[in-house]
């Protein structure tokens, strides 16, 4: 059964860092791009990067500014989402999702399969 597991939310202050984890099971991980995303209390979901399978390939949403870097490990069926400078409007519920559709060397920004429950990440003083 394909399973998604993200974890590392939690609470930080404005200007701090989290690294957020995303470990796959069920599945030939390297096959799929692993996207990041994340939902605001009233907001819609939004994207905030991809990674592609074999790890060379990477998009950012705009608002990322450099501040975030994601990242895989495949012997370890584990995605990345390293977070820096953290500002209040990063407060959200952060999903990792998988696809296997694209080449082993793209990823998209949307049309994902495959998600995780989600993790909370609070900026906040």
């Known amino acids: 059964q394909l399973q998604l597991v993200e974890s590392g939310g939690g609470l930080v202050q404005p200007g701090g860092s989290l690294r957020l984890s995303c470990v796959a099971t069920g599945f030939t991980f390297n096959s799929y791009a692993v996207g990041w995303f994340r939902q605001a209390p009233g907001k819609e979901r939004e994207v905030v990067g991809c990674?592609?399978?074999?790890?060379?390939?990477?998009l950012y949403n705009d608002f990322v500014k450099g501040r975030f870097t994601i990242s895989r490990v495949n012997a370890k069926n584990t995605a990345y989402l390293e977070m820096n400078n953290l500002e209040p409007e990063d407060t959200a519920i952060y999903y990792c999702?998988?696809?296997?559709?694209?080449?082993?060397?793209?990823?998209?920004?949307?049309?994902?399969?495959?998600w995780g429950q989600g993790t909370q990440v609070s900026v906040s003083t």
């Open positions: 990674i592609s399978g074999n790890g060379i390939k990477t």
């Open positions: 999702a998988a696809d296997s559709s694209l080449p082993n060397a793209r990823c998209q920004m949307e049309g994902y399969d495959y």
